[in-house]
């Protein structure tokens, strides 16, 4: 598989489509995708957004009901979230490190850390609820109030 940037990406989902495991590791599991390019990873005063994943496969039917889901929730949550894809047949060594063993999977991550786990298809009030638990317990559900992000 050649890599190709990116940014020029689009999941189906709406999200940034995650093409190998360096930019999932970049992206997600250890740093979380920051407000700016040039923001600083240790500069206290940028936020960082959580990261939906949604973990999928072309041939899921499941899957395929999940992403306008995603795409929905995307949408609801502009600026407060990040919304990345994985598909599970070209990142099967991703899939694994994540702990995903089904498919459809969303993972809410945060800083590194596993916030969620959504397995199988969801309802969009559900992963509504589940994105609004996550900022309310990271102290980001404060509306438009941009301090409350970190």
């Not at 979230?81 to 945060?110: C, F, M, N, R, W």
Request: aromatic share 6%; charged share 25%.
């Amino acid at each position: 598989m050649s890599y190709r940037s990116s940014l020029s990406m689009v999941a189906k989902s709406g999200g940034r489509l995650i093409v190998s495991a360096d930019q999932f590791e970049k992206e997600v599991f250890c740093s979380g995708i920051f407000e700016s390019e040039t923001s600083d990873p240790l500069d206290d005063k940028d936020r960082i957004l959580p990261v939906l994943v949604l973990f999928s496969a072309p041939w899921c039917g499941p899957c395929r009901l999940t992403s306008p889901v995603v795409k929905e929730v995307m949408k609801q949550y502009q600026n407060k979230i990040e919304v990345v894809e994985i598909s599970t047949d070209d990142l099967p060594e991703v899939a694994s490190k994540a702990g995903v063993l089904s498919i459809p999977t969303i993972q809410i991550y945060h800083r590194g850390d596993v916030m969620d786990t959504i397995v199988g298809c969801v309802a969009k009030n559900v992963l509504a609820r589940a994105v609004d638990k996550v900022l309310e317990d990271l102290g980001m559900c404060g509306g438009d109030d941009e301090e409350n992000f970190m």
